[in-house]
């Protein structure tokens, strides 16, 4: 049985298509279940969460206790058709690539295979080392990122890649399929990476590759963003990272921005030693960063794409060294949301694109879908916020 889409892919270039960030791993692989126990999926982190102070918001709990299973076709279809509904205009899923390696690729495949699932969607290929932290930087580590710098490599890639390029559902600007990449610094020789992607595109029938770079912070060196298109910001710590953020946390964010632009293996120490030895709570103030986020701040040389959020809360992950955003309700992020909207039509893009963390990062506190304590609030500030500006 298809799905009856709410929106067109090619719609017009005015409209606002805003994309959610789509978070795989709530479905048991056998590398999580060596590493993490039988059956281990990251509902075991949501479950796991744990109030640090009165009144605060955890655990979260899907509506209905439904801790859905992302290897069946029927919890994507759910998905598809309540985003729909709620006015999104597609999914980007986050893609998890070793050097020839997948994991938990299932839901991308589930796309792929099923083409009644008539919804636009891209990849974003988050590269980073998996360890025990869940950040990629501690010394357990459980499956190392290496980008090999050969075309035998590159092409390895590529042909997977293809298959959602070239499938007609892809996300596009002027006809070029989005690609999205987290951490394009750690990618050696890049530039021929991608123009070595964009020749074979074009002998397999495409006008080209439009690659997107997922901006939390600023890089010390951007030299890697050449051969990018655009970027997008990812947030809400492309905010915190900015020289302009100003809040009572400043000194944590000054010493994150000192931090990344250390080199690799010192960034690599000294969060060892923060995660062995610092056990207290970071907070941040939701309507300050929101406030940054609708300031329009172009990037010099590339397309800019704004991002949103609407919560943030990794307690269900860091325990007692948590990040949480203070003030997130379904009331305020339509407030903020309204007022993004609103300032597309000043940012003079290719397409009216805004990326949205996230649709499902449960374990992270920032998702879309409804649950016990909110219901469906957040689809409808999403939704009221965007028929808000289309019928201005």
Same mark, same amino acid.
């Given at each position: 049985?298809?799905?009856?889409?709410?929106?067109?892919?090619?719609?017009?270039?005015?409209?606002?298509?805003?994309?959610?960030?789509?978070?795989?791993?709530?479905?048991?692989?056998?590398?999580?279940?060596?590493?993490?126990?039988?059956?281990?999926?990251?509902?075991?982190?949501?479950?796991?969460?744990?109030?640090?102070?009165?009144?605060?918001?955890q655990p979260r709990i899907p509506l209905k206790n439904n801790?859905?299973?992302?290897?069946?076709?029927?919890?994507?279809?759910?998905?598809?058709?309540?985003?729909?509904?709620?006015?999104?205009?597609?999914?980007?899923?986050?893609?998890?690539?070793?050097?020839?390696?997948?994991?938990?690729?299932?839901?991308?495949?589930?796309?792929?295979?099923?083409?009644?699932?008539?919804?636009?969607?891209?990849?974003?290929?988050?590269?980073?080392?998996?360890?025990?932290?869940?950040?990629?930087?501690?010394?357990?580590?459980?499956?190392?990122?290496?980008?090999?710098?050969?075309?035998?490599?590159?092409?390895?890639?590529?042909?997977?890649?293809?298959?959602?390029?070239?499938?007609?559902?892809?996300?596009?600007?002027?006809?070029?399929?989005?690609?999205?990449?987290?951490?394009?610094?750690?990618?050696?020789?890049?530039?021929?990476?991608?123009?070595?992607?964009? /020749? %074979?595109?074009?002998? !397999?029938? +495409?006008?080209?590759?439009?690659? $997107? @770079? &997922?901006? #939390?912070? /600023? %890089?010390?060196?951007? !030299?890697? +963003?050449?051969?990018?298109?655009? $970027? @997008? &910001?990812? #947030?809400?710590?492309?905010?915190?990272?900015?020289?302009?953020?100003?809040?009572?946390? $400043?000194?944590?964010? #000054?010493?994150?921005?000192?931090?990344?632009?250390?080199?690799?293996?010192?960034?690599?120490?000294?969060?060892?030693?923060?995660?062995?030895?610092?056990?207290?709570?970071?907070?941040?103030?939701?309507?300050?960063?929101?406030?940054?986020?609708?300031?329009?701040?172009?990037?010099?040389?590339?397309?800019?794409?704004?991002?949103?959020f609407v919560d943030w809360d990794n307690t269900a992950r860091?325990?007692?060294?948590?990040?949480?955003?203070?003030?997130?309700?379904?009331?305020?992020?339509?407030?903020?949301?309204?007022?993004?909207?609103?300032?597309?039509?000043?940012?003079?893009?290719?397409?009216?694109?805004?990326?949205?963390?996230?649709?499902?990062?449960?374990?992270?506190?920032?998702?879309?879908?409804?649950?016990?304590?909110?219901?469906?609030?957040?689809?409808?500030?999403?939704?009221?916020?965007?028929?808000?500006?289309?019928?201005?």
């Amino acid at each position: 049985m298809g799905i009856s889409r709410k929106q067109n892919i090619e719609a017009p270039d005015n409209s606002i298509k805003l994309i959610a960030m789509y978070f795989p791993q709530l479905h048991a692989i056998p590398e999580n279940d060596e590493w993490w126990g039988k059956g281990f999926t990251d509902w075991d982190n949501v479950k796991s969460g744990v109030p640090q102070y009165d009144g605060h918001h955890q655990p979260r709990i899907p509506l209905k206790n439904n801790y859905y299973d992302q290897s069946e076709l029927e919890t994507l279809r759910w998905q598809i058709n309540l985003a729909q509904q709620y006015g999104v205009h597609g999914f980007c899923h986050y893609h998890y690539w070793f050097d020839g390696k997948q994991l938990l690729e299932t839901p991308t495949n589930l796309m792929l295979e099923n083409k009644e699932l008539d919804f636009p969607f891209c990849l974003s290929w988050a590269n980073e080392t998996w360890s025990k932290r869940w950040d990629g930087r501690d010394h357990h580590i459980l499956i190392q990122q290496t980008h090999p710098a050969t075309k035998h490599s590159w092409k390895k890639h590529y042909d997977y890649l293809i298959k959602a390029w070239k499938d007609p559902r892809a996300i596009k600007v002027d006809g070029k399929p989005v690609f999205v990449i987290y951490r394009p610094q750690r990618i050696e020789k890049i530039d021929g990476m991608l123009a070595y992607w964009r /020749e %074979l595109a074009v002998k !397999d029938g +495409l006008p080209g590759l439009y690659f $997107i @770079f &997922q901006k #939390q912070y /600023e %890089l010390p060196n951007s !030299d890697c +963003l050449n051969s990018f298109d655009a $970027i @997008f &910001q990812f #947030q809400p710590f492309e905010a915190v990272g900015s020289p302009s953020y100003n809040t009572r946390s $400043i000194r944590h964010s #000054q010493l994150f921005k000192l931090v990344r632009s250390l080199p690799e293996k010192y960034q690599d120490l000294l969060r060892g030693l923060r995660a062995k030895f610092i056990k207290e709570l970071t907070f941040h103030n939701y309507e300050e960063a929101w406030q940054h986020i609708v300031e329009i701040r172009p990037d010099n040389k590339l397309t800019t794409y704004p991002g949103a959020f609407v919560d943030w809360d990794n307690t269900a992950r860091y325990k007692k060294r948590a990040t949480i955003f203070r003030g997130a309700t379904p009331e305020r992020f339509y407030f903020w949301m309204k007022k993004l909207v609103g300032t597309m039509s000043e940012r003079k893009l290719p397409q009216n694109f805004i990326f949205l963390n996230a649709w499902n990062e449960w374990s992270e506190g920032t998702y879309l879908e409804p649950d016990e304590k909110t219901s469906h609030q957040y689809l409808e500030a999403l939704e009221k916020a965007l028929s808000t500006n289309s019928n201005n």
